[in-house]
């Protein structure tokens, strides 16, 4: 036996082993090698535009200098000063207005989203007939992008054309009246719902998929011991999908507080204002950017965004990180 | 052992020489053709085909040129133009809203005409002048253009409304009062089993805010700008007056609440469809009054009025496309050409047949091909006599996007929800859109 295996053990032992090394850097290197094209299109796609973008903020670059781009008058940090400080700046105008309505809109939606996925996923963790055809066609309003969304929702809030009155008041009485949905502060629930309606259902997917991992036996113990369903819900369901649960919220507010699509839609065809309780940042950050021409201070919004960004997701993955990592 | 294979190589050397004289004579002939690029909007409905067959007689008059239409779209194609006129890459000449000229030629993305192209085209003289005024910079030396038609606007109202209210379309329109008395009279009947509601016009999520109540303001005595095109003019007495005139016709019910949420484009069906009396609107809405399906009841009965004069006359508004040169073609000579043959009668007429567009030189306006294709169009030819446009401005565009947003939310106010509409909160708002208004003013300068 010893003769079979010392051979091989001494062989590491052999002065002529220094040779494994290189043979080890070699294939390290072939990882990084076929990485490097993503890598540098990475570069080229995200960075490149960084850097220049973060340039742009910094410049005075308006309809007056746009031809002169990148050697625009260097203006330091005014772009930043006047969009947060000066009330009277034109990108300025209305933004807190946007940023309560950012708020409210990525906190509303995100909690909707993700209890209706989260419900309807248990709904559909269970075997019935028909379950499958149900999980594709609940699947549906995702399917339909957001411009579409945002254009067919514009048609239904109509006040006395559209099917939501008509549901609310004629069908199901109840209310007295048809409101107007696309003016005034109901705009806000204007846009909240079908963002919320075209984002629950990939939610209800991927909570769908994580419940199906978790083991039936933890089920089957807890049922022993008799835990009620809403015990089992909250020490077995719960736990088990916290991991996902966290990191789709992350995905969800990101993706809320850049939300563009069903506002522009809705109401871009004047100025792109939607009213007070209608306005995004985003589409205020493009409407007063792009349709006044300050690319400059357009630029710094968007940095400061980014910033606030990634200081939320820096603190939200410091607090869920043992959960994000924790396969329990 | 070699003789056998020179003939071989001199048969096959001729044929070669052949193919290079052949891929050569091509390569030159691809040379000698001149293509021109042309951007322009879609002013027709199938504007891919109709502008080529509208340049087609001036290329069978030019051998050896081509042009390369391009389509763009009134969405996109702003940020297309600007793009291009400040990268210096774009095409040889192209189509410009007449808002939007002021501000690429004053980027330097158009090519001035010179004394002698001018002359060519009699100094502007067969054109509107108001239109005219749109090819050039407000306070500076220079034009960048051609009128090539144009949009203005007029009362569209229904004749069996007016009828049936006994209301004498003539008196309508007369006066500001006699107007809103109109208004208050064919607010509410029921014509062929609709409930009429007397005037549309939209809210806040349209492009029309601006156009649809700036002639009230003109025949107030008021302004969009100072005269100095310097600042805003929206806070003068005579502004105010024609911003609560108009808001008032909503507030009161004459323009009824679910128009305040809807766009130009499903109002003007809406009218075409018979539920409402008068919408103000340009020359295109006969398009889709031509096509709307006979016995539908406005095909027949229905006619054009100017603005109801106001304490300083009944001004419309007047705007519309040009054309110009593009600063960075190589073949300045030939766009001109083209430019300056689109810009003729011929072509003008025969674009505003294909595409209900006025045409922007009166001589073409008044040509019996356009005015007796519909009583209407000679009506609207006489209406655009006192046509006006905005002050050509670089800065329109920002100014107008301001102007837009803030008096678009007049609709939150007089659609009866929220804060109910009072002179003063319109006041405020207007405030509001004077303070943002200069500060765009005050960048250009």
């Known amino acids: ?328 | 052992m070699s003789a056998p294979s020179r003939p071989a190589r001199s048969s096959a050397l001729p044929a070669w020489r052949w193919l290079s004289a052949l891929v050569l004579a091509t390569g030159a002939a691809r040379a000698s053709a001149l293509e021109l690029s042309m951007w322009v909007m879609p002013v027709t409905t199938n504007a891919q085909n109709d502008i080529p067959a509208l340049i087609a007689p001036w290329i069978a008059a030019h051998p050896g040129i081509t042009v390369r239409v391009t389509v763009l779209d009134w969405e996109s194609g702003w940020n297309k133009i600007t793009a291009a006129a400040a990268s210096r890459r774009g095409p040889d000449l192209l189509e410009l809203g007449t808002t939007w000229m002021p501000a690429i030629a004053a980027m330097g993305g158009l090519e001035p005409l010179s004394a002698a192209q001018l002359a060519e085209v009699g100094n502007g003289a067969p054109y509107y002048p108001e239109l005219w005024k749109t090819t050039q910079v407000f306070g500076r030396r220079g034009v960048y253009g051609l009128p090539w038609y144009a949009d203005v606007r007029a009362a569209f109202y229904r004749t069996d409304v007016f009828r049936q209210a006994g209301v004498d379309p003539a008196q309508a329109f007369a006066t500001w009062d006699s107007f809103h008395a109109a208004l208050r009279r064919i607010n509410g009947i029921t014509v062929n089993g609709k409930r009429i509601g007397a005037l549309a016009y939209a809210g806040k999520n349209d492009w029309n805010v601006v156009h649809n109540l700036a002639p009230w303001i003109w025949n107030a005595g008021g302004d969009m700008l100072s005269a100095d095109a310097r600042h805003s003019a929206l806070d003068t007495p005579q502004a105010l007056r024609a911003i609560d005139f108009y808001s008032r016709l909503a507030v009161e019910g004459l323009v009824p609440a679910n128009a305040l949420e809807k766009d130009s484009d499903i109002l003007e069906g809406a009218w075409v469809g018979g539920e409402y009396g008068v919408i103000f609107s340009g020359p295109w809405l006969m398009r889709r009054i031509f096509e709307a399906p006979p016995g539908s009841g406005v095909r027949e009965n229905f006619d054009v009025a100017p603005y109801p004069a106001g304490p300083h006359g009944h001004a419309t508004f007047f705007g519309g496309s040009n054309l110009a040169i593009f600063k960075g073609s190589r073949h300045k000579a030939e766009a001109w050409d083209l430019v300056k043959y689109l810009g003729g009668k011929a072509p003008q007429v025969r674009l505003s047949l294909l595409s209900s567009m006025m045409p922007a030189r009166v001589d073409a306006a008044n040509d019996p091909a356009w005015t007796s294709r519909h009583p209407v169009f000679a009506k609207l030819t006489a209406i655009a006599a006192d046509g006006r446009a905005y002050p050509p401005i670089p800065a329109w565009g920002p100014l107008e996007t301001v102007y837009t947003k803030h008096l678009g939310q007049l609709a939150e106010l007089t659609a009866g929800i929220g804060d109910k509409y009072s002179e003063p909160a319109m006041r405020a708002m207007v405030h509001d859109t004077v303070t943002e208004a200069n500060k765009v003013l005050e960048e250009a300068e």
């Open chain 1, 1 to 328: 036996m010893t003769a079979v295996t010392e051979p091989g053990l001494g062989a590491l032992a052999q002065p002529h082993a220094p040779a494994r090394p290189r043979r080890r850097r070699k294939v390290d290197a072939f990882p990084y090698l076929l990485l490097a094209p993503a890598a540098l299109m990475m570069v080229i796609v995200n960075l490149v535009p960084i850097v220049q973008g973060m340039r742009m903020s910094l410049l005075k670059l308006n309809q007056y200098t746009l031809s002169q781009f990148m050697d625009a008058p260097f203006v330091g940090l005014r772009n930043y000063r006047g969009v947060l400080l000066d009330p009277a700046n034109p990108v300025h105008s209305g933004m807190l207005g946007a940023l309560r309505n950012t708020a409210l809109y990525s906190l509303l939606v995100t909690a909707c989203a993700v209890s209706i996925g989260l419900a309807v996923a248990l709904l559909l963790n269970r075997d019935f007939p028909g379950k499958a055809l149900a999980r594709t066609l609940l699947m549906l309003p995702w399917v339909v992008p957001t411009y579409v969304v945002g254009t067919l929702w514009g048609f239904m809030w109509q006040r006395d054309e559209g099917i939501v009155n008509h549901v609310l008041v004629d069908v199901l009485h109840v209310m007295d009246h048809k409101p107007f949905w696309l003016i005034g502060s109901n705009t806000f629930f204007a846009i909240v719902i079908p963002t919320v309606w075209r984002a629950w259902p990939v939610l209800m997917l991927i909570f769908l998929a994580a419940l199906q991992a978790v083991p039936e036996e933890l089920y089957e113990a807890a049922r022993l011991d008799g835990a009620t369903a809403w015990q089992r819900f909250r020490h077995i369901t719960l736990p088990a999908l916290k991991p996902v649960i966290v990191i789709q919220v992350m995905f969800q507010v990101i993706d809320n507080i850049y939300s563009y699509n069903i506002v522009a839609m809705m109401f871009g065809k004047g100025a792109g204002y939607p009213g007070e309780w209608g306005d995004l940042l985003m589409p205020l950050l493009t409407r007063q950017s792009f349709s006044y021409w300050r690319f400059g201070e357009g630029a710094a919004v968007s940095f400061v965004m980014m910033a606030v960004m990634l200081v939320f997701v820096a603190v939200w993955m410091r607090t869920f990180r043992r959960s994000m990592t924790d396969e329990s």
